[in-house]
T-cell receptor, first 115, second 112 residues
Framework: DGGITQSPKYLFRKEGQNVTLSCEQN?????MYWYRQDPGQGLRLIYY???????QKGDIAEGYSVSREKKESFPLTVTSAQKNPTAFYLC??????????????FGPGTRLLVL | GEDVEQSLFLSVREGDSSVINCTYT??????LYWYKQEPGAGLQLLTY???NMDMKQDQRLTVLLNKKDKHLSLRIADTQTGDSAIYFC????????????WGLGTSLAVNP
């Protein structure tokens, strides 16, 4: 089955700890995205990557870091500098090869909670 | 900057039609999208429309686009309890920018 997987489904972070959220896709998409979702605030873009070994900051990149060493994978690290990390994190991917509309496809999300 | 606005809540009775509205500001929008999010889940693409189209229909879903007024709507015919979810409107600008501009989402409640 083609799709996007995110793990874990739930993640707990202690104060001062870095945690990494996994995102993998087997859709052969070139672009990948990380969003943060808070109640009543919709989706906010954290980082996105259009090709391997390259990524750009989104609207709320502070306190987060990413890497794109493989086309299939785009892990997000929530660092201790992110003071309010509790949120639902969504990963998405897209491809221009599928057409100019470049639909973004989403994973099931990871809920991060602070202990 | 570009903005997308939606009303936050909509309540309908089962079997009625639902109309969810969205307005946007980017006059260079190329594509507009509707996504559905069920509780605790990721977003699922429902449909999209190219900016030179006025209407697109797909089974129970009808999308209307008024480009002059920058107004997009999603009509769900014969709304069912399984349609209860948050519906997001998003728009894609012209050029190489691959980012989408998202609305805050409309929470649809379907009452039996």
């Amino acid at each position: 089955d083609g799709g996007i997987t995110q793990s874990p489904k739930y993640l707990f972070r202690k104060e001062g700890q870095n945690v990494t959220l996994s995102c993998e896709q087997n859709l052969n998409h070139d672009a990948m995205y990380w969003y943060r979702q808070d109640p009543g605030q919709g989706l906010r873009l954290i980082y996105y990557s259009q090709i391997v070994n390259d990524f750009q900051k989104g609207d709320i990149a502070e306190g987060y870091s990413v890497s794109r060493e493989k086309k299939e994978s785009f892990p997000l690290t929530v660092t201790s500098a992110q003071k309010n990390p509790t949120a639902f994190y969504l990963c998405a991917s897209s491809s221009r090869l599928a057409g100019d509309q470049e639909t973004q496809y989403f994973g099931p999300g990871t809920r991060l909670l602070v202990l | 900057g570009e903005d997308v606005e939606q009303s936050l809540f909509l309540s309908v009775r089962e079997g009625d039609s639902s109309v969810i509205n969205c307005t946007y500001t980017d006059s260079s929008s190329t594509y507009l999208y509707w996504y559905k999010q069920e509780p605790g889940a990721g977003l699922q693409l429902l449909t999209y429309i190219f900016s030179n189209m006025d209407m697109k229909q797909d089974q129970r879903l009808t999308v209307l686009l008024n480009k002059k007024d920058k107004h997009l709507s999603l009509r769900i015919a014969d709304t069912q309890t399984g349609d209860s979810a948050i519906y997001f409107c998003a728009e894609k600008g012209a050029g190489n920018n691959r980012k989408l501009i998202w609305g805050l989402g409309t929470s649809l409640a379907v009452n039996p």
